[in-house]
């Protein structure tokens, strides 16, 4: 698909439409979509992503082996994070309550490596957003 195409699908999933963010390098490949990456300290980040997530997150976390970053980071603005803790092949091996009463996830690949998905913001809809952290 072309860029806008995947912008459209984009749109159509997330609360947000895509705009562009400079602080942001954007890659895109017409049969994986695209994905905004920067890094911010020992992390980097994704920030708006649409296409094939499982091969971004793979991507992304190269990157951050080859720069010696020690997390990943991404924004979930869709609702089903237990499906995307799932798509990713996390078990979640712990569930605690924050102090709004929201879920945080702990979750543990098959390698040992872990992930973190955390209640972080609501949008104007009322759909949570969850900030999600990996072992690269």
């Known amino acids: 698909m072309k860029m806008e195409e995947w912008i459209e699908r984009y749109n159509k999933k997330t609360p947000v439409p895509f705009k562009r963010d400079e602080r942001y390098e954007l890659f895109f490949l017409p049969d994986k979509g695209f994905c905004e990456v920067g890094q911010d300290g020992d992390m980097v980040i994704i920030h708006q992503l649409c296409g094939d997530a499982r091969f971004w997150k793979e991507k992304v976390s190269e990157m951050a082996r080859k720069t010696g ?20 092949g996390y078990t979640v091996y712990k569930t605690e309550k924050t102090s709004e009463g929201l879920d945080r996830y702990y979750g543990k690949l098959k390698d040992g490596k872990e992930g973190l998905m955390s209640p972080a913001f609501r949008f104007e809809t009322g759909e949570q957003a969850y900030f999600v952290t990996w072992e690269p």
Do not use: S, V
């Open 69 to 88: 970053a020690k997390k990943c980071g991404t924004w979930c603005i869709r609702q089903q994070i237990k499906a995307y803790i799932r798509l990713f």
